[in-house]
Each structure stands twice: as structure tokens, then as C-alpha cells.
């Protein structure tokens, strides 16, 4: 089965500039994570699906992200206009139900502002 | 403010030795307690879970040492090996919960040295 898909697996972009990153979940699975990881600041979630309906978005650092799961098969998570401050792996991660439940993540995005 | 604190940062151990990974908690809610392996270029992956009920798990060569008075547990790793470097990060939850979430630790870093 495949697990968790994640692409582009590497972007570079300039500040300014918009960032989309994709994910596709493991099929069958209700719940779907957006993660950052960084040195400074470790793994920190930044937005959670139940669902496909947002749940808990606290963790989203500004306005300048935005998140969507428009099916139960594709989520993005968008950056406008991006700094090099987010410059980060961003991991999406999926479970069968909840977020308690164990999480399957992603080979993650690696994302570099210029 | 950090719900799950984990140490040390990073750790290196000799091929044989036993590898220790310690994390607290404060929250007396959490009821699970699992630890996350990653290794470069990849996701976090489920490693080993325990409840709070027991006061140890083991699985092969890995095992959770759980005390709930002190609100701490630890990863210990035996007859440690090269293979086993990664970083690892602890979690906790509350069990059950659509509307709860999983917690890391800031991770710890292993090397083992052949």
C-alpha cells in the first residue's frame, strides 16, 4: 500500500513568492496533519483535518498560510507571499481516526526561501 | 509552552551500550504515550506506544520505562546499533479525543558509534 505522498519533495522559491505544497493521505484514513520541523523549534503541528473539515488551526502561524482538504484524498497547504523565515520540512501525516491515533507520516517538503 | 519536554538534545553511544531518552510531562490527563523514530530524509515513525497503566513495555531491543508519579518515561534502547541512529521524539495525548492532539518532545538525536 502506499503510504503517505507528499510532493514537490524539494522547493526553492524566492521571498515573495507563493508556495503550494500537496499532500495525499493514506486512503481510508479520517484525520490529516500538517507539520513543520525545524532545528530551532522542532516538530510543531500546524493544522489538523477530521474529516476533511479543520479542527484545530492554531498552530498556523499567520495569515500569510492557509490550509485546505477540498476531498478526502488531497489537501494543500499554501504560503503567500512566503519569507525566508519558513523556511522549514513541512511533513503532512495521516491517521485512521483521530489525532491520538498513531500518525503515518509523509517523506516531508523541503522548503527553502530565498 | 512546551506540554512534553524531552532530553538531551542529542546523545551519542557506543555500538552495544545502552541508549536512555527521558521525557516529561504535566499534564495528568494524558493517558498515551508514544515515541516517534525518524531518520534523515524521512518521516517521524510510530516506534513504540505505552498507556499509562503499565509501567514498562517492551518490544525486541526497545522498551518504555512509564512513572506515573513523577509524570516522566523514558526510551531505553538496548545493545544500541549503528542502525538504530535517528531522531527520536516522545509524544502524549489524550487518548480517545477527536479534539485533542499529540504533543512532541523538542527530539533527541542519536549516534551510534560502531
Known amino acids: 500500500d502506499a503510504g503517505v505522498i507528499q510532493s514537490p519533495r524539494h522547493e526553492v522559491t524566492e521571498m515573495g513568492q507563493e508556495v503550494t505544497l500537496r499532500c495525499k493521505p493514506i486512503?481510508?484514513?479520517?484525520?490529516l496533519f500538517w507539520y513543520r520541523q525545524t532545528m530551532m523549534r522542532g516538530l510543531e503541528l500546524l493544522i489538523y483535518f477530521n474529516n476533511n473539515v479543520p479542527i484545530d488551526d492554531s498552530g498556523m502561524p499567520e495569515d500569510r498560510f492557509s490550509a485546505k482538504m477540498p476531498n478526502a484524498s488531497f489537501s494543500t497547504l499554501k504560503i503567500q507571499p512566503s519569507e525566508p523565515r519558513d523556511s522549514a520540512v513541512y511533513f503532512c501525516?495521516?491517521?485512521?481516526?483521530?489525532?491520538?491515533?498513531?500518525?503515518?507520516f509523509g517523506p516531508g517538503t523541503r522548503l527553502t526561501v530565498l | 509552552q512546551q506540554q512534553v519536554k524531552q532530553s538531551p538534545q542529542s546523545l551519542i553511544v557506543q555500538k552495544g551500550g545502552i541508549s536512555i531518552i527521558n521525557c516529561a510531562y504535566e499534564?495528568?490527563?494524558?493517558?498515551?504515550f508514544p515515541w516517534y523514530q525518524q531518520f534523515p530524509g524521512k518521516g517521524p515513525a510510530l516506534l513504540i506506544a505505552i498507556r499509562p497503566d503499565v509501567s514498562e513495555k517492551k518490544e525486541g531491543r526497545f522498551t518504555i520505562s512509564f512513572n506515573k508519579s513523577a509524570k516522566q518515561f523514558s526510551l531505553h534502547i538496548m545493545d544500541s546499533q549503528p542502525g538504530d541512529s535517528a531522531t527520536y521524539f516522545c509524544?502524549?495525548?489524550?487518548?480517545?479525543?477527536?479534539?485533542?492532539?499529540?504533543?512532541f518532545g523538542r527530539g533527541t538525536q542519536l549516534t551510534v558509534w560502531p
Open positions: 499534564n495528568t490527563a494524558f493517558d498515551y
Open positions: 486512503s481510508g484514513h479520517n484525520s
Open positions: 501525516a495521516s491517521s485512521p481516526w483521530g489525532p491520538t491515533d498513531t500518525q503515518y
Open positions: 509524544a502524549a495525548s489524550i487518548r480517545g479525543s477527536t479534539l485533542g492532539r499529540l504533543y
